[in-house]
């Protein structure tokens, strides 16, 4: 079945470092790909997305692209901030939105 | 706008015992998830349902789980009778018709369910 591979965490960075969390995935068809996080104490929110091959989700100064010849979506961001610190999940679903699938987080840290 | 409301949002209760929790979803969303999250570990759907209808309670342990969405709007979820390894956030989420497209699914708080 389809699933969601996604670096082990703890990841601990300092202010304005560079961050990348990997993840990878195996799906038959055509998934749509998502990065949510948790805030601590708070609900899982979408933070970015992309529905097909090639295309870039961003938000908040994070980035990802949907790379269908490495099945990966890595989550980047050029300078990370204490407020990022949270649990970051990759997921995917068919092209319905029907299921979602996580990976099973990261939790990021970073410290001024 | 008010987003996906779950209560309660913590739980403590003996082995054995039934548990029951609830969700609202945003107002004019159809489709309703309820996901398991255990420790360190993302969430897994549990079921889902279009409107009323249930289209995949495969997860489901039915054994000993039942959800239910009456009128199609608020759904409850229960587990009778509870055991230690039950112990986890229940998680809920909603959203419009995933029929058209790929749509984004929000999600509420949670309730964290501790068995002892």
């Not at chain 1, 961050?19 to 948790?38: D, E, H, M, R």
């Not at chain 1, 099945?71 to 319905?96: N, P």
Request: hydrophobic share 35%; proline share 4%; with cysteine.
């Amino acid at each position: 079945g389809d699933s969601v591979t996604q670096m082990e965490g703890p990841v601990t960075l300092s202010e304005e470092a560079f961050l990348t969390i990997n993840c990878t995935y195996t799906a038959t068809g055509y998934p749509s790909l998502f990065w949510y996080v948790q805030y601590p104490g708070e609900g899982l929110q979408l933070l970015l997305k992309a529905t097909k091959a090639d295309d870039k989700g961003s938000n908040k100064g994070f980035e990802a692209t949907y790379r269908k010849e490495t099945t990966s979506f890595h989550l980047e961001k050029g300078s990370v901030q204490v407020s990022d610190s949270a649990v970051y999940f990759c997921a995917l679903s068919d092209r319905y939105g029907n299921k979602l699938v996580f990976g099973a987080g990261t939790i990021l840290r970073v410290k001024s | 706008e008010a987003g996906v409301v779950q209560s309660p949002r913590y739980k403590i209760i003996e082995k054995k015992q039934p548990v029951a929790f609830w969700c609202n979803p945003i107002s004019g969303h159809n489709t309703l998830y309820w996901y398991l999250q255990n420790l360190g570990q993302g969430p897994e759907l549990l079921i889902r349902y279009e409107n009323e209808e249930a289209v995949d309670d495969s997860q489901l342990p039915k054994d000993r789980f039942s959800a239910e969405r009456l009128k199609g709007v608020d759904s409850t979820l229960k587990i009778q009778p509870a055991e230690l390894g039950d112990s986890a956030v229940y998680l809920c989420a909603s959203s419009l018709d995933g029929r058209e497209g790929s749509t984004e699914a929000f999600f509420g708080q949670g309730t964290r369910l501790t068995v002892v």
